[in-house]
């Protein structure tokens, strides 16, 4: 089955520990992207990578850190330094970064809670 | 900047009714339109899309008209269902960006 897969789906740490959410897709889309959602709000954009080896950072991306050394792999790091990071993180791919309709696929996400 | 503002809900209908879920646009360049529907834990899925002027986006008796003269994107189904209880977003594209509106909770009751 072609997808994006995303683990694991809950996650919990300490408050100062780094944490990895990871993002797969068999795809063979060139563009991966990561949003946060929050309770009653619209998605965030916090990182996106349009092709291997380069991505750019969205509006949140304080408190984080991206990888994308292959296509179909694009691991979020969420660091200590990120003020808030409980949330419901979403990771999103498509074809590729420039064209107006194409469409964003989406994972199940990642429910992150810091205790 | 791009921006998108849609109903506030929670929306609670029942089943049969008609649904109405408004959607409008700032934005600069010309964007390509979407309604994204989210289930309970779940991730995204797209609902419909339009990416230019008047054209309408339609999907399992969703649909959305384009409207450039009011910069709108009003999602509606004439008949709801049940399974149809979600959360609606509705987003805007320019270039690689997309930018979400909060989302509307719809409830449908039996």
């Known amino acids: 089955d072609g997808g994006i897969t995303q683990s694991p789906k809950y996650l919990f740490r300490k408050e100062g520990q780094n944490v990895t959410l990871s993002c797969e897709q068999n795809?063979?889309?060139?563009?991966m992207y990561w949003y946060r959602q929050d309770p009653g709000q619209g998605l965030r954009l916090i990182y996106y990578?349009?092709?291997?080896?380069?991505?750019q950072k969205g509006d949140i991306a304080e408190g984080y850190s991206v990888s994308r050394e292959k296509k179909e792999s694009f691991p979020l790091t969420v660091t200590s330094a990120q003020k808030n990071p409980t949330a419901f993180y979403l990771c999103a791919s498509s074809i590729d970064g420039a064209g107006a309709g194409n469409e964003q696929f989406f994972g199940p996400g990642t429910r992150l809670t810091v205790l | 900047g791009n921006s998108v503002t849609q109903m506030e809900g929670p929306v609670t209908l029942s089943e049969e009714a008609f649904l109405t879920i408004n959607c409008t646009y700032t934005a600069t360049g010309y964007p390509s339109l979407f309604w994204y529907v989210q289930y309970p834990g779940e991730g995204l899925q797209l609902l419909l899309k339009?990416?230019?002027?008047?054209d309408k986006g339609s999907n399992k008796g969703f649909e959305a008209t384009y409207r450039k003269e009011t910069t709108s994107f009003h999602l509606e189904k004439g008949s709801v269902q049940v399974s149809d209880s979600a959360v609606y977003f509705c987003a805007l594209r320019v270039d690689y960006k997309l930018s979400f509106g909060a989302g509307t909770t719809v409830t449908v009751r039996a």
């Open positions: 795809l063979n889309h060139d563009a």
């Open positions: 990578s349009q092709i291997v080896n380069d991505f």
């Open positions: 339009a990416t230019k002027a008047d």
